[in-house]
């Protein structure tokens, strides 16, 4: 079982008519509402955040990328992840990962990831996603392109981190006269690699054929069952049975002393996460060639509300977070990764506009009250029954 720290760096300071003027808060959201001097303040905070979860013992710190957006403040991850290299000497940095689609220069990618596992001696984890939909936008990419280029642009970065001699590459998306990296990744062959998806059938079979490992956020334990059935199904046509930890999952989770008091602390800031940071229109969230027939049918099977218009007991019933004292979220969320095999967890432990001390206590709680507890039942469940 693995237990791990995700952060979206959100910009917290919303304008106060935001909900009666704005319908979200990416991509067109206007930039005047950032302020530069507490846009340095965050990025401060929220390294010292991350820095911190090395001490109380976590097993990776994982960051993203995200643009145009008061969503997440990580158009760079690897800028991100280099700050972290040399302030953090054990944990792993888990960069959940590169949109590789986006980029007109994937090549680049596989640069920085070699340099950022020499620094940090093998400590990185390489995420690639596809990019959220509006994103394409903001980088004037045709959507269509998108399973393409992420697909063209996996092959030529993980081609260029195992291969020993320069080659040429000449593909349907890009081209490259010399591919030759230097330096070359500490791990061998390359780094793990974690892949996020959103229930889209075609990701899940390709990272079955890859044997990478899976992960998905934001979701219902009904859809998660129907997400991981296909993903395990599709590894099971590859010859390939996933471990628990092969099959992750981001979740927020506020811990506090009693359940009254976390549900008190942590509702304006899940409130905020879901009504405000995660409020994109649908026009730009699907734009039109992005997904396929098969995972449009998917998506409109699961019959759910959309995620700004549920309510913080909604969010809660339905396991979108979990929100309690040690003992409640020790069994809560037991069950649900028990339930659903997994045994990767990206703990999203700041949400929304939360302030410092929120955090802090947040990570202290579960570092200290139920990380230790959920770890042993999973070391338990793995041994075998001594014979009588």
Known sequence: MRFNVFHNMPYGELPDDFDEKYDTASLVF???YY???KGAKYYERYLDELEYCERLGYDSVCINEHHQSAYGLMPSPNIIAAALARRTHKIQIAVMGNAIALRDHPLRVAEEIAMLDAITNGRIISGFVRGIGYEYYAQSLNPTKSLSRFREAHDLIVKAWTTREPFEWVGDNYEFRYVNVWPRCVQEPHPRIWVPGTGSRETMEWVAKHRYDYFTVYAPRRVLHSWFGT????????GYEP???NIGLSVPIYVA???EQAEAEARPHLEWLYSKGLRIRPKHYF???YMSEGSWRGLLSNNSKQLHE???EELLDLEYAFIGSPKTVIERLGDFLGDLGVGNINAVLHFGDMPHYKTIKNLEMFANHVMPVLKAQAGAAKRPMAAE
């Open 30 to 32: 206007p930039n005047r």
């Open 35 to 37: 302020d530069p001097q």
């Open 231 to 238: 993903f395990r199904d599709a590894c099971a046509r590859e």
């Open 243 to 245: 471990e628990p930890e």
């Open 257 to 259: 002393e009693t359940d």
């Open 287 to 289: 734009p039109a060639g």
């Open 310 to 312: 549920l309510s913080f």
